[in-house]
């Protein structure tokens, strides 16, 4: 199936660890997306990558670090884990050029505890 | 002013009946619109982008666009029980590295 997957679906873990979720798209697409889905379900970039350079960084805290080994991935790893880093986690994945729409991966539900 | 507003609703519409979902935005370079629709617990799915000034159809669905008044809206016919869902408008910016900037989405009811 071509989409974007994300992994884990859910990962509940205790406040101070660090975690790491991963990104894949098998569409061709050369842009990849984290958004953040807060409890209100505002739904906010966090960073884009295209062709495995960073392009958007919003202000997100220092703790949040993106990598993109390749154009088909984009992991987001998370240092010090706070309460407020309780959300779903989105990656998303589109063309640069043209009026594009970006598709979006199933979700990573973040709980920490 | 935030950069794309909608009502967050609950709009409730009878079965049958046309849902109309608006969104306005703030920045006037805005080039692309896109409505993506919601379901709990699940991920955005796009449902209809526009570009150019006018109506757009898609099967029920009618995205229209005013950039002189930076309006957008989404009707949907015919609703359905499986239209509940939240709606979400998303903005582009022209050579804003792709950066899609959302509403906070207008929850949508069809009632039976």
């Known amino acids: 199936d071509t989409a974007v997957s994300q992994t884990p679906k859910y990962l509940v873990t205790q406040m101070g660890n660090d975690k790491s979720i991963k990104c894949e798209q098998n569409l061709g697409h050369d842009t990849m997306y984290w958004y953040k889905q807060d409890s209100k379900k505002f739904l906010k970039i966090m960073f884009s990558?295209?062709?495995?350079?960073?392009?958007i960084n919003e202000t997100v805290p220092n703790r949040f670090s993106p990598k993109s080994p390749d154009k088909a991935h984009l992991n987001l790893h998370i240092n010090s884990l706070e309460l407020g880093d309780s959300a779903v986690y989105f990656c998303?994945?589109?063309?640069?050029?043209?009026?594009?729409?970006?598709?979006f991966g199933d979700g990573t539900r973040l709980s920490i505890l | 002013q935030k950069e794309v507003e909608q009502n967050s609703g609950p709009l409730s519409v009878p079965e049958g009946a046309i849902a109309s979902l608006n969104c306005t935005y703030s920045?006037?370079?805005?080039?692309?619109f896109f409505w993506y629709r919601q379901y709990s617990g699940k991920s955005p799915e796009l449902i209809m982008s526009i570009y150019s000034n006018g109506d757009k159809e898609d099967g029920r669905f009618t995205a229209q666009l005013n950039k002189a008044s930076q309006y957008v809206s989404l009707l949907i016919r015919d609703s359905q029980p499986s239209d509940s869902a939240t709606y979400l408008c998303a903005v582009r910016l022209t050579g804003g590295g792709n950066k899609l900037t959302f509403g906070t989405g207008t929850q949508l009811k069809v009632e039976l």
């Open positions: 990558y295209n062709n495995k350079e960073l392009i």
């Open positions: 920045d006037r370079v805005s080039q692309s």
């Open positions: 998303a994945s589109s063309q640069e050029q043209g009026h594009q729409p970006q598709h």
